[in-house]
């Protein structure tokens, strides 16, 4: 049975109506509204010969067995940031669900290989500032030691949360038992940014997503005033800080998927009087290949104590996080872009700014590969987030050509 | 009987041990501790052939009757900031003291014309925020409506505070009867800024007080995420933000005395993953002369925009607070140079960056002008502040000729 794209989207309306206010989607990660939509998804299962269960980091699994123990994954997240969109996230479940659906009707309840649905638990972060919790913990990756202790905004620590959700902290690590069997894993997903819309494109191939150098960069100059002060004695932290916030975009632009982004200036004192004495910045760098990455970050490195010392400062570097470039399988790229072909007449490879589940999916070695459709305005994180109906109906058609293409070929 | 420059550091020292803490000067204008510095000074009049009185603003006038009622006005401030240092106003309270105790001498109690001593009240506006208080009230500048209603941090009104000191603020204008007679007035201060130092110079000659333009400039772009939105797409208004940080900066160095300067810019959201959407960042442009001050402010403002431009982006103005440029008496000008040259053996000419009483004096149309003494490290409104021994003698002894010349050129 061909999917039903217009289900989807109903599905889709659906959740919105049960866990979005007027400010947008509300399904933080274990919150009330966020056990809601699981709810609401198992409600989803009934009829369907599948089996369901919460792995040890709160993952939720669907499960159509088949001939063989090899499982097919196709997943995505139904959890949201505060006052978010309609389609982040929910989009790879809800099209999942509906693939899931297809497969059971066509294979009568029993396909030749397994298939699963991963609902991933708190893939933003949004409350204790842990990203892709539920698929770091199936990885391997998770950090028990420092999320044990987070804490949100109310002071509730996050042991405490995930256990009122049924969820032991020290055994996270447990969910990578789900690894077992796990031969490939699919994610549909909206661009959350605007190359897609600019090129006129409905669908897109995600090559992985972009390592990323994320650093504090503070220039020390001399506070003085602004009056009194020629212009030829400063030591004007500022002026070294906005050489490299220029600096920074021909360092990026050099490269064609390349991203640098000064994204905040703290100016201390901050007065309209004094120069500035101290200018605190941060950089953020991207790109899918870890020797440009490595090179952008040696070339701002140098930039930033060219200009500090041009400007009689000083310079230091502290670094907030970094995660190295994932790239996705060739193979299952391949299939991707025949899929999107044959739906959309034409096709574009792009790598993912953001980071998603499927990077952790990923770093396991397990073949991956995400599918993305666009997003109006590049708009996300946001309730004015949305993309067309036709786009999102094309997306589900690709995503089922997809899993049926992946099938066949773990099938052989 | 010749100045005693020992006497002036000497009167200083007992100030700073009876009005400092290990953190600086503490003479906030309406604090016990400045009224104990005006009592201080009060107890240094003893035996001196003076009348004292308090204004309507709170300014304290010393009077030394002359033959004649046209005045001779020497002037500066025992108020600081918090954490001040120990020159910054008393300096010149405490060596127009002396010149006052050598004319006593010199002429038996009754010199040729008339010479006051004034203690500005509030010269820092430290506490409420208006600055040049007394003297404004002395030129008739004074803002009642505005000033009324001013509040501290602690929420006291500044109406309530000066009525503790003995000051209606509803009288404040009476001072302005003060302005009678008073035929020149003349005043020394530290320079605290470096262009003295710069030149290895003790002392200098204050043309007049630079007009300030002070502006909010407010850059408008696109917030987008710093992952999925390529370089060529952005609408960035950091980046706006900051090609104007750095052409401020020749816009003012075509002129030898012109600043310009950014001292305070604020991004958002101002997070690490996001490009700036809404940069605030401000102005201050000064310049002596008011012809190339609108120059620089024009230059300023149409570099602006073709900066929003050029990123995609708008930008607003707004004046946050301007003056005047305000030139000192050309033949006092010409006296101070003739005293720093007898005593220093070289002179220079500077403006004053800074807003000095002096300034709001000038305005009065009584000729004025003001003598700096060299500034270590350009330090001040710091407990840092301080100025070498040998130049704070030549600074009384030059400031004592200046006032002989004026003396005499206001006798003839």
Redesign the interface.
């Known amino acids: 049975m061909p999917v039903d794209p217009l289900r989807v989207i109903s599905d889709l309306e659906e959740l919105r109506a049960l866990t979005a206010d007027e400010n947008g989607a509300q399904r933080i990660a274990w919150s009330p509204t966020w056990l809601k939509a699981r709810e609401w998804f198992q409600g989803k299962l009934k009829g369907l010969p599948v089996e369901h269960h919460y792995d040890a980091a709160g993952n939720s699994w669907t499960t159509l067995p088949g001939d063989a123990d090899r499982a097919l994954v196709l997943g995505s997240h139904l959890d949201s940031v505060p006052n978010g969109g309609w389609l982040d996230g929910c989009l790879g479940v809800a099209a999942g669900l509906e693939v899931l659906r297809g497969f059971t009707e066509d294979f009568h309840g029993r396909p030749p290989i397994t298939i699963r649905l991963v609902d991933w638990a708190d893939e933003e972060g949004a409350r204790f500032g842990r990203s892709l919790f539920g698929s770091s913990a199936f990885a391997g990756t998770h950090t028990i030691a420092v999320d044990r202790v987070r804490n949100d905004r109310d002071g509730v620590r996050l042991e405490q949360a995930l256990r009122l959700c049924g969820v032991d902290v020290e055994k996270i690590g447990d969910a990578g038992v789900e690894r077992k069997n796990a031969a490939a894993y699919l994610e549909l997903h909206i ?5 897609l819309e ?1 090129m006129h494109l409905p669908l897109g191939v995600v090559l992985g997503t ?1 390592g ?1 150098e ?1 650093h504090a960069i503070t220039f020390h100059g001399q506070e ?10 400063r030591r004007d932290a ?2 070294a ?3 490299l ?2 600096e920074i ?1 021909p360092i ?2 050099k490269h064609p ?11 201390f ?8 004495g101290r ?1 605190e910045t ?3 760098m ?1 790109d899918l290949d870890v020797e440009v990455l490595a090179s952008m970050l040696s070339e701002a490195l140098a930039a930033s104590e060219r200009f500090a010392a041009e400007e009689g400062c000083t310079v230091d570097w502290s670094r ?1 996080w970094s995660i190295e470039p994932i790239s996705f399988s060739p193979r299952l790229i391949e299939f991707c872009d025949e899929a999107v072909r044959e739906t959309a007449g034409i096709s574009h490879r792009l790598p ?4 998603h589940d499927a990077a952790e999916v990923a770093r396991t070695g397990i073949p991956t590969v995400m599918m993305f459709t666009q997003s109006l305005a ?1 708009l ?2 946001n309730k004015a987030e949305d993309t067309r109906a036709e786009d999102l109906k094309a997306a589900v058609v690709a995503f089922d050509r997809l899993a049926r293409k992946t099938l066949k070929w773990l099938s052989v």
Chains 1, 2 share one sequence.
């Open positions: 661009e959350q940014g605007p190359v600019n972009k990323v994320r003085a005033h602004s009056g009194s002060t020629p212009m030829t004695v500022l002026a800080a906005a050489k916030a220029l975009r990026a632009k998927d390349a991203v640098a982004t000064m994204g905040s200036v703290k100016t004192p901050g007065i309209v009087t004094a120069v500035v200018c941060t950089l953020d991207r907030i993912s700014g953001p980071l590049g996300s994180h």
